[in-house]
């Protein structure tokens, strides 16, 4: 290829990228101006404070990660945790067991409370994990488990790991604008996201926030933090307020403007308004793709609303349906992924893909394609279906 590079416009159903909306896009675009110029201090305060509005924190260590969402993962488990700390990981898909991977390279040790992919962490599990083991430094969970389409209960999580004294970290990359994230009603002490997902921003930037406990470990660590780039201490020099804003590494400027432009879209919609609109359009979804005769993977009571793993219908070709729903309608959905890999498909409702005409062109792509392979589904039902819950 030699010429410029022009994308296919798509419409992302996937478990993200989502769709970004244009004001974004055009945010993206304004002229770059230095990252230590008064006029992007100024949108850097601005940011930190929808960042706390979103998370629902008062919480000050509350940045943006020149990173994506896998970074945001990593600052929280370098920062709080050292070498011969113990750990306790909820793993119930692929985002767990990358938190495992983490806390061992941290040089500490991770205790395993599993459970089967498509079912949320057990409760009871935890609680048990806690009264086998003692000196537990954290607990470590994925609200919303992207590989899975599962919502787990932060909010009962917490309060485990606060009975024995734990620090609460929580990966809620989907879950954020999504459905509710509370960290500071919760007492989470470390949340992190990414752009990408719910917030319908460009990939590449992983918002974070800490509690005031969690700032006193890392003030109180006794080894240094085994990444330069992302260790709190060096990053709050640029981004804490009353700092001289030090040089510590050159702000993707315009991926925040972008950013900044995706907070505000939030802030004017409002949160209770953003979780009810992904909560509709995941209903009109399911009963177009039940009318269709096919069955969703995950128990309805902890469905995520901006993730739906579907059962692939048997002898339908994976592969065949996603590269024809990509060709014909320029449409993206996701794939299984780990051990759900070719059983499911993940379609995604993420924030701006959330509307009526994305649930719409789905069903009635997915219907054509799977018509066309030949599949055993019921054609002719799924946009009334739809249409039903809109109507109700
Ligand atoms: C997407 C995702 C991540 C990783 O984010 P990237 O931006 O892809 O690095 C981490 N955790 C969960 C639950 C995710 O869905």
Not at 109 to 115: F, G, H, L, N, Q
Not at 196 to 205: F, R, W
Not at 284 to 308: K, W, Y
């Amino acid at each position: 290829m030699t010429g410029a590079f022009h994308p296919p416009l798509r419409t992302l159903m996937g478990p993200g990228p989502s769709d970004v909306p244009p004001q974004v896009l055009e945010a993206l675009g304004r002229p770059t101006i230095g990252h230590l110029d008064p006029q992007f201090v100024t949108l850097m305060d601005d940011i930190k404070r929808l960042l706390q509005y979103v998370f629902q924190t008062d919480n000050a260590l509350t940045l943006p990660i020149s990173a994506p969402g896998s970074a945001g993962m990593e600052a929280a488990f370098v920062n709080l945790i050292e070498p011969g700390d113990k750990v306790i990981v909820c793993q119930n898909g692929v985002f767990g067991g990358r938190m495992k991977e983490n806390v061992e390279r941290c040089g500490a040790s991770a205790i395993m409370v599993e459970d089967t992919w498509g079912t949320e962490v057990s409760l009871d599990k935890v609680e048990q994990a806690f009264f086998e083991n003692n000196n537990i430094k954290a607990l470590a969970f994925v609200h919303a488990e992207t590989s899975t389409g599962v919502r787990s209960d932060a909010k009962a999580l917490a309060a485990i790991a606060h009975k024995h004294d734990a620090l609460v970290i929580m990966d809620t990359v989907t879950g954020l604008a999504g459905i509710p994230v509370e960290v500071d009603t919760w007492g989470i002490d470390c949340a992190y996201s990414g752009t990408q997902k719910c917030l319908s921003c460009t990939p590449g930037i992983a918002p974070i926030t800490f509690s005031q406990r969690a700032q006193d470990v890392i003030a109180n660590r006794s080894t240094k933090v085994q990444s330069w780039f992302l260790d709190m201490q060096l990053i709050m020099g640029y981004w804490g307020a009353n700092t001289k804003r030090a040089y510590h590494h050159t702000a993707p400027v315009n991926a925040m403007y972008a950013l900044h432009e995706s907070l505000r879209l939030v802030e004017a919609e409002g949160l209770a308004a953003a979780h009810a609109r992904h909560a509709l359009h995941h209903k009109a979804l399911v009963a177009g793709l039940e009318a269709m005769g096919l069955s969703m993977a995950v128990a309805a009571d902890v469905r995520l609303p901006q993730l739906n793993a579907v059962n692939i219908p048997e002898g339908v070709d994976d592969g065949g349906v996603r590269a024809a729903l990509l060709e014909q309608f320029d449409l993206e959905i996701g794939a299984g992924l780990g051990a759900l890999a070719g059983k499911t498909w993940r379609i995604g409702l993420m924030g701006f893909s959330a509307k009526a005409v994305n649930v719409r062109k789905c069903l009635l792509a997915l219907e054509t394609v799977l018509s066309a392979q030949g599949a055993n589904i019921a054609a002719g039902q799924a946009l009334a279906a739809a249409e039903a819950v809109y109507q109700a």
